[in-house]
């Protein structure tokens, strides 16, 4: 399975750390979760292209946060 | 007669809810709410549920997901020491399942029951308290039977009910808002729902939304009608995803999951996946390989779709 799909059309896909997702879905951007490839993202903004993951898969990951979400209440 | 703490905000799981709000008496009264292990199939509410305890608590809650955590030094680094230890928090870790094994191991002293609510930890040189005075423990998983026994031991095991359809229809009214849903479009639009309290939500919320495009008070069995059409679902809520998995069983017949892959373009978890709901639905059977049952063939007929076996 290739790591990154070798399409140069749109949308655009890329490969994301977990970890990162946070600052994606944070962002006024369209993003795909291809259930086929798990890990992968796409998405059609070209400059998510900085959150390419900086370890290759099966790496260290050791200093990968976990993906921590703060809930507020409204009270 | 105990006050039932989560009436204003939960349609149905009435034992849960007489469970957990003895739980919130008892916190009121000690400070300390048991540390909890939440299960049930997806939608159901576990999560929510979880939010709603947190909110009761009226501690800082943090949410994390248990594939995230790799090893114990992540979950100091990250986790205990800038978010949990000398403060008041509520840690819920969801699809607790996909913990890894030693940061389990870990949770095992931190959690551990005693007289004292408290557990004294060492790690790397630290050594610190988890006062269950101001930290509590929530947890859920889809799979409980997944969870490393011992762990599963120190936590309140709670087990979601299945929803009754009554239930789901109240949910639905109230994913509608102020759009008044008769019997008749409530059983109707209740045959595109998958069963879980989410779809439920989510078909009433598209009730909303095509009422406020449409600039409509009202919402009868003809809207209903073409707003199932619009939104291209299929009976018992399967995207047409999922009848393409059935359609490529019913036409295999009997077919080995590696099969089934390889005709569908579909990564064999993902397949396993899609046939999940299948199966309970009883539209599928597995022994050994795969094959349609005849409520599948029925489904398959009354959503008129073809597959060559059939």
Known sequence: ?75 | MKEDHFAADFIGQARVRRQLSHYLDIFQKTGVFKHCLFSAQKGNGKTRICHEIGKRLGRKFYEINGGSIKNVKQFYDHILSPLVIDQDVTLMIDEIHALDISVSDFLLNMLSPNDKDANTMRYNGSEFVIDFRRFTFLSATTEPHKVFTALRSRLKQITLSRYSVTDLQKILQRGAKQIKLKKVVLDYLSKYIRGNARSAWVMGREVYDYCDLHGKGEFDLTDAEHLIDILNVYEYGFTELEVQVLQSIAECDISSLTKLSAKSGFTMQAQRDLEREMLGMDLIEVDGGRRITRRGKDYLKRNEIYATNT
Do not use: H, W
């Open chain 1, 1 to 75: 399975m290739p790591r990154t799909p070798n399409s140069k059309n749109k949308p655009k896909l890329i490969s994301v750390k977990l970890s990162k997702l946070n600052e994606i879905f944070n962002q006024d951007v369209t993003v795909l979760v291809d259930a086929r490839y798990g890990p992968f993202l796409a998405a059609e903004e070209t400059d998510l292209e900085k959150f390419k993951p900086e370890t290759a898969e099966g790496e260290d990951r050791e200093d990968e946060k976990p993906m921590v979400r703060e809930v507020k209440f409204d009270n």
